[in-house]
Nanobody, 119 residues
Framework: QVQLVESGGGLVQVGGSLRLSCAAS????????MGWYRQAPEKQRELVAR???????NYADSVKGRFTISRDNAKNTVYLQMNNLRPEDTAVYYC?????????????WGQGTQVTVSS
């Protein structure tokens, strides 16, 4: 059974920082792309940032220059460093990983972690 476990969310003031972590565990052969998505109340889930197995990154325009995605392949973990947080960053943040398992190639999602930015 594969699990993605997120941590690091919480309440922070405007301009503050948080670091999210997401660790993959269970039975799989490899991890390809990993990413972070977020969903605010009454809005659709949107891409925040993603990183390929080779380290190439892609960011939403709204977070460029403020957020940094990285990964530690030895730990099967992806991180999201969030700086200069704004109220509009408030959302549930979800980790996603594309894993190769014995059953094939599938996307897996974490349970989500709440990030709240107060003004």
């Amino acid at each position: 059974q594969v699990q993605l476990v997120e941590s690091g969310g919480g309440l922070v003031q405007v301009g503050g920082s948080l670091r999210l972590s997401c660790a993959a565990s269970g039975s799989f052969f490899g991890i390809n792309e990993m990413g972070w998505y977020r969903q605010a109340p009454e809005k659709q889930r949107e891409l925040v940032a993603r990183i390929t197995g080779g380290g190439s990154t892609n960011y939403a325009d709204s977070v460029k220059g403020r957020f940094t995605i990285s990964r530690d392949n030895a730990k099967n973990t992806v991180y999201l460093q969030m700086n200069n947080l704004r109220p509009e960053d408030t959302a549930v943040y979800y980790c996603k990983a594309d894993l190769t398992t014995g059953k094939g190639y599938y996307p897996y999602w974490g349970q989500g972690t709440q990030v709240t930015v107060s003004s």
